[in-house]
T-cell receptor, first 116, second 110 residues
Framework: NAGVTQTPKFRVLKTGQSMTLLCAQD?????MYWYRQDPGMGLRLIHY???????AKGEVPDGYNVSRLKKQNFLLGLESAAPSQTSVYFC???????????????FGPGTRLTVT | ELKVEQNPLFLSMQEGKNYTIYCNYS?????LYWYRQDPGKSLESLFV???NGAVKQEGRLMASLDTKARLSTLHITAAVHDLSATYFC??????????WGAGTKLIIKP
């Protein structure tokens, strides 16, 4: 099993450009998440999904959109990138809260995005 | 609103020493997580603490949870260089989302 994978690993964008980050998981998890990690801060939740076709906003959703068309994939879009979106983006997945008990999240390797 | 605070944020210690990382949280959280992150890498789950008084140990790391004090600790015994990493704690809020501490960067010197 590959676990959680993310594409691409690195990307440099110019202000105003758009891009999509892809997250894929092969663990049959219902829940998927997108976080950003900035220096000196913990992870902050951008958007999450509790199942195919559903998405919800997290703590810092502005400037991002997401889609969950297939259970195994969760896409994060930046429509018009800004320097403030320079960060490391992590995708994670988990079983549903009541099913897993521990609600443990499994993380992908991250995408390092720089917006100039 | 759940808030999670870790301290210290940075810790430099010698091999062989013991130390503790503290994780305080502001409101009720019925589970507490500890993760490890190596530089430039992803996050790896270390412990999940589900109840008051829970204690889990793996190797030189031991985590505990006191829900009355809203405090979790990660204790390092006889530190070795391989334990150098950033350690995060996270609590679960009422919407089942994880709220993360800022992380403790641990450097263990030979």
């Amino acid at each position: 099993n590959a676990g959680v994978t993310q594409t691409p690993k690195f990307r440099v964008l110019k202000t105003g450009q758009s891009m999509t980050l892809l997250c894929a998981q092969d663990m049959n998890h219902e829940y998927m998440y997108w976080y950003r990690q900035d220096p000196g801060m913990g992870l902050r939740l951008i958007h999450y999904s509790v199942g195919e076709g559903t998405t919800a906003k997290g703590e810092v959703p502005d400037g991002y959109n997401v889609s969950r068309l297939k259970k195994q994939n969760f896409l994060l879009g930046l429509e018009s990138a800004a320097p403030s979106q320079t960060s490391v983006y992590f995708c994670a997945s988990s079983y549903p809260w009541l099913v897993s008990g521990t609600y443990e999240q499994y993380f992908g390797p991250g995408t390092r995005l720089t917006v100039t | 609103e759940l808030k999670v605070e870790q301290n210290p944020l940075f810790l430099s210690m010698q091999e062989g020493k013991n130390y503790t990382i503290y994780c305080n949280y502001s409101t009720t959280s019925d589970r507490l997580y500890w993760y490890r992150q190596d530089p430039g890498k992803s996050l790896e789950s270390l412990f999940v603490l589900l109840s008051n008084g829970a204690v889990k140990q793996e190797g030189r790391l031991m985590a505990s949870l006191d829900t009355k004090a809203r405090l979790s600790t990660l204790h390092i015994t006889a530190a070795v260089h391989d334990l150098s990493a950033t350690y995060f704690c996270a609590g679960a809020d009422s919407n089942y989302q994880l709220i993360w501490g800022a992380g403790t960067k641990l450097i263990i010197k030979p």
